[in-house]
């Protein structure tokens, strides 16, 4: 038999997030036969949509950094990059509502001007901070740039032990590292693993002017993350079928692997397990893994997500972050949602440990005058709709030792790969972490599979 008549390798995605969906794409592009199967009756994992009435709700609100190119080759992949732009140029608006008229607002933005330079009129005139409190940041993130992420010592020791030690008071750490800190590692400063604090800040912010500029989808999330990428799936010759649970995964008497479902018995060369470290736990072959059990010391934490609909226009701005207030990130998502008129604002609360179970009119009641006081225009509009969207597992969490726990694609079951955000990418849980982790576990089985295959962070540099 020839090489041009060998059979295509099979192979098996276990999970319809973005890991698995990437897994199964480059699985598919190098010549294997892929079969993706998801419980859920939707593509997606944890950034999904749904419909409310006439809204179309993402679960929660997700951005991306420009630094994010693994997801930003996902976006081209599907097609979709024209639905979720990159800022030209990093702004957020930062709101204190505990300062005086004139004072409120602030804004961390960037200039041209290379690294670290790119910063410094802004962290100069940012009025959240005193000037000596600016030159300490300052300070501060010229140190950080200094630091391996990769380092396991940096991995023991917590993101807010660092920055004391680097002069960082109680008002710098609220208005500037944890502003961007638990946007984007879900934990506050005390919580934190220096090392993936090192890896956020020093990728986001110091490797280059313009990585940290910020993106997201202006259409909901389905229509990238189902959607588009269904379409994209079908166009690679991957068969995706979703509302079927996997019940076992096991090698067969032939060096196979045979995949259980409720509806069917899958058998494939390699299977790429991409779900929830808890999930994985329960599914691994015994041998797997050399201590399966750390999977399950992987811990995890919620996000809580706010959603408003007003009878009129409050928010000007397509976004803002607040400090001195318990609201955290506030987008506008009125023609995301399809809504014709007033306004839909999400509100995105990370490291919700505390609020993750609060009835509803109890986080009415706490937000809505939050929002008053952050947006006056608020104070004369009415609320149409007031609704609560909760992730009690959004992510793992990042805390410190949770770097030696993560295990790389590979297991001790040849043919057999882990995937997903949780899994040593060196990123935090986020929507990038995710995709490389697809990558990485998809390039694991090409390689064994003996399959070429160029790794597309190379075409998405």
Known sequence: MTGHDAPRPRAVVIGGGLAGTTAALRLADAGSEVTLVESRPRLGGLAFSFQRGELTVDNGQHVYLRCCTAYRWFLDRIDGAHLAPVQDRLDVPVVDPRRPEGAR??????????????????????????????????????ALGGLDPADPALDGIDFATWLGRHGQG??????????????????????????????????????????????????????LH?????KALAAAGVRTVTGLRVRGISRTHDALWSVATDGEILQADAVVLAVAQREAHALLPEGAL??????????????????????????????????????????DRTEAAGLTEG???????????????TPVAELRERYLPELERLLPPARNAGVRDFFVTRERTATFAPAPGVGRL???????????YLAGAWTATGWPATMEGAVRSGFTAAGAALRALGRPHEHPLKEAA
């Open 105 to 142: 607002l602030g804004r961390l933005r960037r200039s041209a001007l290379p690294v670290p330079l790119h910063l410094a009129a802004s962290l100069a005139t940012y009025p959240h901070l005193s000037l000596a409190e600016r030159a300490g940041a300052a300070r501060a993130a010229l």
């Open 170 to 223: 109680p008002r710098a750490v609220e208005a500037l590292w944890d502003l961007v800190g638990v946007a984007t590692l879900n934990a506050t400063a005390p919580h934190v693993s220096m090392g993936l604090a090192a890896m956020v800040f020093k990728t986001g912010l110091l490797s280059d002017p313009s990585a940290a500029d910020i993106g997201w989808a202006r259409v909901p999330l389905g229509e």
């Open 226 to 230: 189902d959607t588009l990428a269904r």
């Open 290 to 331: 050399d201590d399966p059990d750390r999977l399950l010391d992987i811990g995890t934490a919620p996000i809580l997500n706010i959603h408003v609909r007003y009878d009129r226009t409050v928010l000007r701005r397509p976004f803002f972050a607040a400090i001195g207030s318990p609201v955290q990130w506030v987008f």
């Open 343 to 357: 306004q839909y604002l999400a509100l995105s609360q990370s490291a919700a440990e505390d609020e993750i179970d």
């Open 406 to 416: 993560r295990p790389g694609a590979h297991t001790r079951a040849p043919g057999l």
